[in-house]
């Protein structure tokens, strides 16, 4: 009875040091965490998240939304945890299409081919993500042919 009392207590008191804590409000720009929890799926989608496609992760995430290490860092355990318990891409797509026109849907788009590209192999399961993400987010066929190909 005892460890049944434990993991109920557990369970309505998580610890706050706890990773797992994390919420959208430790990261303010929920669009950015979008986009970071999408490549995440991207590259978990072949069941290889490898270390060249976390690099490619931190690399457009510094480079296109100028992100201090502490903010790669802080995204980086969000979004995987968020990634993890997700059910749905659509919580995120919805942000995204809330948030951003279309030619930066595109290229939204583009860095998640970037991401899949990043160890020279595209998986079918990788391909299969990104065309669902390109669905839920309204990018055209054409788009998601010429993004694949650049």
Excluded at 45 to 63: A, R, T, V
Excluded at 70 to 76: A, D, F, K, P, R
Excluded at 122 to 144: C, G, M, N, P
Aim: aromatic share 10%; net charge negative.
């Amino acid at each position: 009875m005892d460890i049944i009392s434990s993991l109920l207590d557990r369970f309505k008191s998580p610890n706050k040091n706890d990773d797992k804590s994390y919420s959208t409000e430790t990261f303010e720009n929920k669009a950015i965490l979008a986009i970071c929890i999408l490549m995440i799926e991207v590259s978990r989608s072949d069941d290889k998240f490898d270390d060249l496609e976390k690099d490619k992760i931190l690399s457009i995430l510094k480079s296109k939304y100028n992100l201090d290490e502490t903010q790669l860092e802080t995204i980086m355990k969000i979004a995987n945890q968020k990634n993890e318990d997700m059910i749905s891409l659509y919580e995120w797509t919805t942000i995204i299409n809330s948030t951003y026109q279309y030619d930066e849907r595109v290229k939204i788009l583009r860095s998640l081919w970037e991401v899949a590209h990043a160890d020279n192999v595209i998986d079918k399961y990788e391909d299969y993500t990104i065309r669902k993400i390109a669905d839920l987010i309204y990018v055209k066929h054409s788009d998601f042919i010429k993004t694949k190909h650049d």
